[in-house]
Each structure stands twice: as structure tokens, then as C-alpha cells.
């Protein structure tokens, strides 16, 4: 079987910057190539070959790097001439199965959602009921993105399966069977020699809530006084870029007394040795996440976790035993309670971090996902295609509205600036318009000049 799995325009495939779809691909693309021609496109990175061939998986890598009609175009024409292909992978894009489908009319497309993509705000109705008509699947990373796809289409529901990520178990080396000796060795680089580490990791943004997991280890420090909070992640992937949020978060962190250790962004390989030392992993998000993949990491380190009732993050910790959840999650007092309830039971705690261990080797790992999905391509492979007639050839067109970022502390308040696609469409309607009333104030006039006439 031939299968082109399609990254987004955002970050390179392998992850060496990060990212949970890249991860996602790298980690499943190489057991599908054991048996099956498998090609990934993503975009370009300046150190990364623009063609590679790793594990048996042919890399193509294309121009267009956060523009998404520039890296369509590429993909395009890169399906022309790496193609045909019996399956098209096509992840958090529903907005390219129209224009892919028309580029290789003969390919099944499987669509993978990582975000509630099929939102209105970012997907007009036109382009959401295409893709579902001409996807032969859909995978749904959690069952609260898979609600989100249904509600929106309605016959989305009979293709529409919820497939679970997964995580390597042998790159992750359980806590319990860490050596003491190492752990402290490691602790001791990062200033927290002889405290017990409550770990954080993501991306450094206001919806996933660090300045939460901040406020509540003041209170967890009152009954836990050797506690510390690792916080690992930057602003955005790759880089350690300074934002107001990131120096928000640095000055909370100041009354704590250096009992809150920043390390920047960390690579996707040397992870797994942090969450070695961790004696709880909280994840404080805000938003409606679909489900972070720092779960599933905690669970192969077997690292009891806390986690917020957002989204489909409870999907994997609720009865299962592998962790607690934070039912007030914008409450540091409720984060903080779960957090030295965990602390303060070590053996519950190990319990916990066993049951997750356990979870993760039966269930949440790259080889059962690789398993499903072939299941899936085989399945979309029988599914009858629909005619590539009326599909949308490009993107859709949008007003975007303004998006929100933080402005500095001394205003006091949010700030919005325009993107530039943005201001581009807004100054193609005031020309459209302005040719309009050009038109019809010509009109008018040829109306007058005849009734003078006559």
C-alpha cells in the first residue's frame, strides 16, 4: 500500500522542534514502513535535507512554512509527482481534502483532527461538509473532538472513529526504576537537590494555565515544604523567545524563592529524563484542549498525574487509576489540594503510576496505533469514492477577525492586532464594494441622460 501522510505548514517532520502531530507521524510512519510504501510531506527546515529517506520513510519536505495556500500549492504538485497513492493521511486540514482530492482524484483521504478544526470560527459550512463527504475516515484523537465533528456535520457520524495516541514505552524508563543516585544527580544540575518535583510541561501560553500551577504551589509549599514545581517549555516550539506571558509567569515565580525552575525548551528526545525525577505531573489547561500527548509521556514514566476537566484530557485518567482530576480548573486552592493529596500518599502514588505504566504498554503505545490505523486504510480503501465534481479548489477566502494577544503589564488590558491575510481580504471587499457603487452611480447617470433625452 502506498500512504502519503500530510503534516501541517507549521513544523517540520521528524519533530525536532516539537509539536504532537510530528511526533504523532514520526513515531507511527516508521512501523507502517516496515510493511508498506510510506511518503511524509511536511514543510522545510534549514536543518533538515529537503528529501530524505530515515527508517525506511521517504521524507519530502516543501516550501510554504506557515503559509497555508503556499504549502498547499507544494503539495499539490508534489502529489503529481510522487504519486498516485492508494491513501492520503491528511492531519488537522479538513480545508485541504478538497483541493488534495482534486490533485489525486483516485486516493482514499483519511483526515486526522488534533483540534476542534471543524469549528465555525475557523471553518466555513461549504468546506467542512467537503471534507466530510470526501474523506473515507475520520480520526478523532479524543471523544470530545469527536462530539465537536458531529455536531457540526451531520453525516459525519458513520465515519467519524475516536483512535487514542500513543507514546514509545521503551524511551521511557519507569520512576520506580530509576536509581536514586541518578535521580539526584539530575535534580542537582537543576537546583533542586533533596525536593520532591512537580512537573508541568507545554507550550508557555495562557490557556494552558501555568500561571495557575503557580499560584497553587504557594499553597502547596505550606504543607509540603520540600516541594518544587519544573516547568519545561518555551513560548512557542524551538525557540525561547520571551513573551509578556512567559515574564508574567517569571515574576509569580519570584515570591516562591527559586522553588519554581524554568528550563526552556527542551527537545523532544531528552524529555523523558525530566519526567524521571517527577513525583507528579499536573496539567493545569484552560481551554477546551482535545488531549494533551504530556499525558501519555507521564503515564510511560509511570508519574502520577493531575490534570483539569477540559476538553478530552480526563478521557485517559478517569477511572482508570492513573491520576486525579481537577473537577474547578481555573481554582489554584482545588489544583493545589489534589497536588499534596498525591504528595502526600507516596505509595498511592506509585500505585497510580503503575496502573498508568501498564496503560500505556497495553494500550497506549505506537504499535496498537499503527494497528488501527492500517485497519482504517484498508477500510477506506473499500469505501466507494464520491465524484471529485464541485470541490473547492483552493482555501476558503476569510475575514479573519482579530486575534488576541497579551499586551504589556503597564496597560492593564488586551490587545488585538489584524494578520496579514486579514488586512488583505478586508482590501479586497472595500474594492469590490468601490467598483460596485462606481457602477451603479454609472448606471444612474446613462438613466438620467436618456430621460433628458427623450
Not at 481534502?97 to 483516485?106: H, N
Not at 470530545?144 to 457540526?152: F, L, N, Q, S
Not at 519544573?230 to 523567545?241: A, E, K, M, P
Request: hydrophobic letters at 40%; one cysteine or more.
Amino acid at each position: 500500500m502506498k500512504i502519503a501522510m500530510i503534516a501541517t505548514e507549521k513544523l517540520p517532520v521528524p519533530a525536532l522542534r516539537g509539536g504532537a502531530i510530528q511526533i504523532y507521524i514520526e513515531g507511527v510512519a516508521k512501523l507502517l514502513a516496515r510493511k508498506h510504501k510510506v511518503t511524509v510531506f511536511s514543510v522545510r527546515d534549514r536543518r533538515l535535507k529537503r528529501k530524505q529517506k530515515m527508517n525506511g520513510v521517504r521524507y519530502v519536505r516543501l516550501s510554504g512554512k506557515n503559509t497555508r495556500r503556499g504549502y498547499l500549492r507544494a503539495l499539490k504538485r508534489a502529489l503529481r509527482r510522487y504519486g498516485p497513492f492508494h491513501v492520503l493521511h491528511v492531519f488537522n486540514r479538513p480545508d485541504f481534502v478538497g483541493p488534495l482530492r482534486r490533485a489525486s482524484p483516485r486516493s482514499r483521504v483519511v483526515l486526522s483532527i488534533h483540534n476542534e478544526m471543524f469549528s465555525r470560527r475557523k471553518l466555513p459550512r461549504r468546506y467542512a461538509v467537503a471534507a466530510v463527504r470526501h474523506s473515507s475516515v475520520i480520526v478523532a484523537v479524543s471523544r470530545y473532538i469527536a462530539r465537536t465533528i458531529r455536531k457540526r456535520v451531520r453525516g459525519a457520524r458513520r465515519k467519524v472513529r475516536t483512535v487514542y495516541s500513543g507514546v514509545d514505552p521503551e524511551k521511557f524508563r519507569p520512576r520506580y526504576e530509576i536509581p536514586d543516585e541518578e535521580k539526584e544527580e539530575l535534580k542537582a544540575k537543576l537546583g533542586l537537590a533533596g525536593r520532591r518535583v512537580v512537573l508541568a510541561v507545554g507550550r508557555l501560553s495562557p490557556v494552558k494555565g501555568f500561571h495557575v500551577i503557580v499560584r497553587a504551589m504557594r499553597r502547596v509549599r505550606r504543607e509540603v515544604p520540600d516541594a518544587a514545581l519544573l516547568i519545561i517549555g518555551s513560548s512557542w516550539f524551538g525557540t525561547n523567545r520571551s513573551t509578556p506571558y512567559t515574564r508574567k509567569l517569571r515574576r509569580m515565580a519570584r515570591s516562591l524563592r527559586k522553588r519554581v525552575v524554568f528550563t526552556g525548551f527542551v527537545r523532544p528526545r531528552d524529555i523523558p529524563k525530566y519526567f524521571g525525577i517527577a513525583d507528579v505531573f499536573v496539567c493545569g489547561s484552560q481551554w477546551r484542549e482535545p488531549l494533551a500527548r504530556v499525558h501519555y509521556e507521564a503515564m510511560a514514566a509511570a508519574v502520577p498525574i493531575v490534570t483539569t476537566r477540559r476538553g478530552g484530557n480526563p478521557e485517559v485518567v478517569r477511572g482508570t487509576g492513573c491520576g486525579l482530576i481537577v473537577k474547578r480548573y481555573k481554582s489554584a486552592k482545588a489544583m493545589a489540594r489534589l497536588i499534596v493529596q498525591v504528595l502526600s500518599d507516596p505509595q498511592a502514588a506509585e500505585e497510580m503510576g503503575r496502573r498508568g505504566r501498564q496503560l500505556v504498554e497495553e494500550r497506549y503505545n505506537w504499535q496498537r496505533l499503527c494497528d488501527d490505523l492500517l485497519a482504517i486504510y484498508r477500510k477506506a480503501r473499500k469505501r466507494r469514492l464520491p465524484p471529485a465534481r464541485g470541490l473547492p479548489s483552493g482555501l476558503p477566502m476569510r475575514l479573519l477577525r482579530p486575534r488576541p494577544s497579551w499586551s504589556r503589564r503597564h496597560r492593564g488590558r488586551m490587545r488585538t492586532r489584524l494578520s496579514w491575510p486579514g488586512r488583505t481580504a478586508r482590501r479586497t471587499m472595500r474594492t469590490i464594494r468601490h467598483r460596485f457603487l462606481a457602477s451603479r452611480r454609472h448606471i444612474r447617470a446613462a438613466k438620467r441622460s436618456r430621460r433628458a433625452a427623450s
